[in-house]
């Protein structure tokens, strides 16, 4: 299994590759001020993103000289006629570029049409839950799926080895949204001075509302209310289960965090690379959490606080 | 400026009882059936030969909605598209349902009608757009994947003659293009959905305990001065106000969809 890891300058790059990443992900806006409309990627913040296309091209050449892989975001959900048109403007000006991450079913077309020799993946944000899904894309021209964090342990495992040719991305840390990607239409960095999405707003007040009106139970629920707010970011354990399917080096394990500084991707990147190895040496499921639990508290400093995704809850 | 409206009707329950109430307050000539948020929520085989059995071969138009779905979700669907009859209209919400819908139709045999579901137009639903009085902004968020004319034309080449949209308070900026139509829900407006559940007992799994059909959360946001209704694993607004005829127009809008109760 690889390790795909987010970057937002071309210094991030030796010392990640140096801690064992093995593919990068990058996102651009040439606008210094951007917003859920205006930009370019998923991640509408200023220090997630690259803001020229001389500077891009500086990160992808650091990564070709180490021979590693490296993929563009252009995974909005919705674009105008001007932003196709710089897409395909930026896309032209870079050179050694492996692939790019989309949602947006006629970008995939003019990607398709204009940059063949680009591999194409899809986001999470299309949300791919299903084998059908999965050929519909591929009927598309997609070569990689990334899969839904939101997606049962089963599931995933169900559907890479169903698909025992395709390539695969899989989050493994740091993402944490409460919805579906994709199935969310909230906006993220429009309102006020905090940037707040609507769904981390704190301050509300919450009453259940019975169908049955014999049901008189008391007006505030926010216990069970805040229930639907889970906050689960990490799946590193679930890798022993991963290692199982049918050839695993056809997936990528992606950490989220563009935003993130280089000491906190370095220390993902080596929780991930170190979790990876313990793999060879470590043969029971239970044995397997336990050391990555030791793990976590040696290279984080705090212990594992067990916000585990992809059912895997010890 | 009068517009020849199709009126339809979303009901949760298999009831001719509660069919006739409504018809009694609205004259509707179309009936929406199934999910659109949770596999979970699928009806059965027994509940879809219930529901032909209570309106088909009546006036009513059928159209059924399905929702984003795992390969569990897909078999329940297989199932229930080899009952549903010939032609029916099914409105889907993921892409992997419109493969399925795809593979049911090849060779005629059942010739169902695609529709494109309100969780494939991607349009941001913030509530918040109500309280901003910056005009520009309210614009920039009537964008949708419909206004790129590209996706319009996929939809027609692969025969997706129907897009189903909500009543956002900011609405839309598209223009449909000849040969699409398009429905608009209300009044309950979706905002984002999840696998996430506040009834769930248990996270890890996918079985459920259909606490959600005991009754929803309203929620109040102060800031904003805002209420929103947290249904299972969903969340929705409300806009009880019917954009102009003008708009209606614009959109391609010649069905209105009400939804008496939280989908």
Redo the contacts between chains.
């Keep these: 299994m690889k390790i795909l890891a987010p970057v937002s300058n071309f210094k991030e790059i030796i010392p990640l590759i140096k801690e064992g990443a093995d593919e990068f992900y990058f996102g651009i806006n040439l606008s210094p001020e951007i917003n859920?409309?205006?930009a370019l990627n998923a991640r509408p913040f200023k220090g997630m993103n690259l803001q020229t296309i001389s500077g891009a091209q500086k990160v992808i050449q650091v990564v070709k000289d180490y021979k590693k892989k490296i993929y563009i975001c252009f995974n909005n959900?919705?674009?105008?006629?001007q932003q196709?048109s710089l897409i395909i403007e930026i896309l032209s000006n870079l050179k050694g570029l492996n692939g790019v991450i989309v949602v947006?079913?006629?970008l995939i077309?003019?990607l398709k049409r204009n940059f063949s020799k680009l591999e194409i993946i899809v986001s999470t944000i299309?949300?791919?839950?299903?084998?059908?899904?999965?050929?519909?894309?591929r009927q598309l021209g997609v070569e990689r799926f990334t899969l839904s964090r939101?997606?049962?342990?089963p599931?995933i495992l169900?559907?890479i080895n169903k698909y025992k040719d395709y390539k695969f991305e899989i989050f493994i840390k740091n993402e944490d949204c409460?919805?579906?990607n994709?199935?969310?239409?909230?906006?993220h960095n429009?309102?006020d001075t905090k940037k707040l999405s609507?769904?981390r707003?704190k301050?509300?007040?919450?009453?259940?509302?019975?169908?049955?009106k014999k049901?008189q139970r008391p007006g505030n629920?926010l216990k069970?209310?805040w229930?639907?707010?889970?906050n689960?970011n990490c799946g590193v354990c679930f890798l022993y289960q991963l290692n199982k399917v049918i050839a695993p080096q056809r997936i990528s394990l992606k950490f989220a965090g563009r935003e993130y500084s280089l000491e906190q991707k370095l220390k993902d990147t080596r929780f991930i690379r170190k979790s990876l190895s313990l793999l060879n040496s470590i043969r029971n499921g239970s044995d397997y959490r336990k050391e990555v639990k030791n793990l976590f508290e040696e290279i984080y400093g705090f212990s594992c606080q067990n916000k585990c995704c992809y059912?895997?809850?010890s | 400026m009068l517009l020849n409206l199709e009126k339809a009707i979303y009901i949760k329950r298999l009831s001719l009882k509660v069919v006739r109430n409504y018809e009694k307050k609205m004259n509707f000539s179309r009936i929406y059936f199934g999910s659109e948020f949770c596999e979970n929520l699928i009806p059965d085989s027994s509940e879809i030969k219930k529901f032909l059995g209570l309106f088909q071969d009546k006036r009513f138009n059928l159209s059924f909605l399905t929702p984003?779905?795992?390969?569990?979700?897909?078999k329940k669907l297989e199932d229930i598209f080899k009952i549903l009859p010939k032609g029916t209209e099914i409105v889907f919400n993921?892409?992997?349902?419109?493969?399925?819908i795809n593979k049911f139709n090849r060779g005629g045999s059942k010739n169902f009608k695609r529709v494109l579901g309100r969780?494939l137009v991607?349009?941001?639903?913030?509530?918040?757009v109500i309280a901003?009085k910056n005009g520009k902004?309210k614009e920039?968020?009537q964008?949708?994947?419909l206004?790129?004319e590209?996706?319009q034309k996929?939809l027609q080449v692969n025969k997706i003659s129907r897009v189903e949209l909500d009543n956002t308070y900011q609405g839309y900026n598209f223009k449909i293009y000849k040969g699409l139509k398009t429905s608009l829900y209300y009044p309950f407006v979706?905002?984002?959905?999840?696998?996430?559940?506040?009834?769930?007992k248990n996270?890890?799994?996918?079985d459920c305990s259909f606490g959600c059909?005991?009754?929803?959360?309203?929620?109040?946001?102060?800031?904003y001065n805002i209420y929103t209704y947290?249904q299972g694993?969903s969340q929705f607004y409300v806009n009880n106000k019917i954009p102009s005829s003008k708009s209606l127009k614009l959109w391609g809008v010649n069905r209105l969809v009400f939804f008496p109760e939280i989908p």
């Design positions: 859920d409309i205006t959900k919705i674009y105008s006629d196709y947006d079913i006629p077309q003019i299309s949300h791919v839950f299903n084998s059908e899904a999965i050929d519909f894309y939101n997606l049962y342990f599931d169900n559907l409460f919805n579906i994709g199935l969310c239409n909230y906006t429009i309102w609507f769904c707003l301050e509300r007040k919450c009453k259940f509302v019975s169908y049955n049901d629920n069970l209310y229930r639907r707010f889970p689960r059912a895997i809850k | 984003w779905v795992t390969d569990r979700g897909l993921d892409w992997g349902t419109f493969n399925l969780l991607f349009h941001y639903r913030d509530p918040r901003t902004l920039d968020l964008n949708s994947n206004n790129a590209n996706f996929f979706f905002m984002a959905t999840a696998t996430n559940c506040a009834y769930k996270f890890d799994l996918p059909k005991k009754g929803f959360f309203k929620v109040y946001f102060p800031k947290d694993n």
